[in-house]
């Protein structure tokens, strides 16, 4: 009986406290309406809601005048946030969404001018330390198409490719370093049928088509600047990168085979030479080199496993138009003089 009346006692004083709390909070919030919708003292009124309570910070009125205290500070990105939060919470309110629609474009239009402001920065610094006078001079986007010969014969399951190229260059350390990033997807074709066969445990006769291969990969180059000059910039250096290729499903005369596994993963390793001639030309030769040394066929009914020898090394050509920048906006008068 002793320990039932402590509990209550207890239970009362949580009950008493809580809502001391409550009403604390609701006057904190109130006040903060009224410094904030009516005398515009900002700092004031976030000093009231500051002193709200964590359960009371979920109300929709302490929200809305969240959002409205920012707002009244000039602090987008929090009053944007304290927006959506009350909008979530009550959807019909048409004042408080006109307001967050209009922050956010007010938000987006400064990230424009910043934008711009950047580039004519750096396009005027660019001019003041003479980097027009050099091809690169800049970071750049390239998109090109490029071919490939696979170099490993027959240990190569197909001859020659054709790609798409994605490529960002950032040069570095006053232009005598460049970073590059390429992106890249396209197909193989030229399928050996005897590396197939082997694969599938067959005979190349039992093989009567090999469609084209879809392939991706990517690149990053560290590469020094050996020549930069007005109409002339040649970058060479190491490139490391992944890639990976989709294996078709081969026409045959016999019972159909499956793949264990139809896709092909392997980390590469190379040396890129780029050409870079005035403005907008890009020319590329590689050499990668395939890391994965053999392709294991598994677990396929019927057929014993097998372990094919894989060589996936390539060279590549490739030939792009470059130019694509954030300069590129200011440097075409130049070339048209």
């Known amino acids: 009986m002793k320990k039932l009346t402590i509990l209550t006692l207890l239970a009362c004083i949580a009950v008493i406290s809580s809502s001391g709390q409550t009403q604390s909070d609701t006057l904190n919030i109130q006040k903060a309406v009224i410094a904030i919708d009516g005398m515009h003292k900002c700092n004031e009124g976030m000093e009231y809601l500051n002193r709200v309570s964590e359960p009371s910070k979920n109300n929709p009125t302490y929200l809305l005048t969240m959002a409205k205290g920012y707002d009244c500070m000039s602090k987008n990105a929090e009053a944007i946030r304290y927006y959506e939060k009350f909008v979530a919470l009550d959807r019909t309110n048409a004042v408080a969404n ?27 610094k660019g001019i003041k330390q003479g980097n027009n006078d050099f091809a690169l001079n800049d970071n750049e986007y390239c998109f090109a198409i490029g071919t490939d010969i696979l170099t490993g014969g027959d240990k190569s399951p197909y001859r020659a490719g054709m790609n798409l190229n994605f490529i960002s260059t950032a040069p570095f350390a006053n232009n005598r370093m460049v970073f590059q990033l390429l992106g890249s997807i396209g197909f193989l074709n030229g399928g050996r049928k005897n590396w197939f ?28 600047v050996i020549v930069n000059n007005k109409k002339l910039a040649l970058t060479v250096g190491p490139d490391v990168g992944f890639e990976s290729m989709i294996l078709p499903e081969v026409s ?16 590469i390793i190379g040396l890129s030479a780029n050409c870079l001639i005035g403005m907008h030309f890009f020319s590329s ?19 014993p496993s097998t372990e094919t020898p894989l060589n996936g090394n390539t060279i590549r050509l490739t030939v792009g138009y470059r130019g694509i920048s954030e300069m590129s906006y200011f440097r075409n008068d130049r070339y048209r003089r």
Do not use: C, H, W
Request: proline share 3%.
């Open 98 to 124: 006109k307001r967050l629609i209009a922050l956010k474009d007010e938000d987006n239009n400064s990230a424009v001018v910043k934008q711009q402001e950047r580039r004519i920065k750096n396009f005027y």
């Open 197 to 224: 066969a082997s694969v599938l445990n067959t005979t190349e006769d039992d093989i009567t088509d090999v469609p084209a291969a879809f392939f991706g990969r990517i690149n990053i180059t560290f590469a020094p």
């Open 252 to 267: 045959m005369k016999g019972t159909f085979k499956e793949y264990s596994k139809k896709t092909v993963y392997s980390p």
């Open 285 to 303: 030769l590689s050499y990668s080199y395939f890391t994965v040394s053999k392709f294991e066929n598994e677990n396929v009914a019927g057929i």
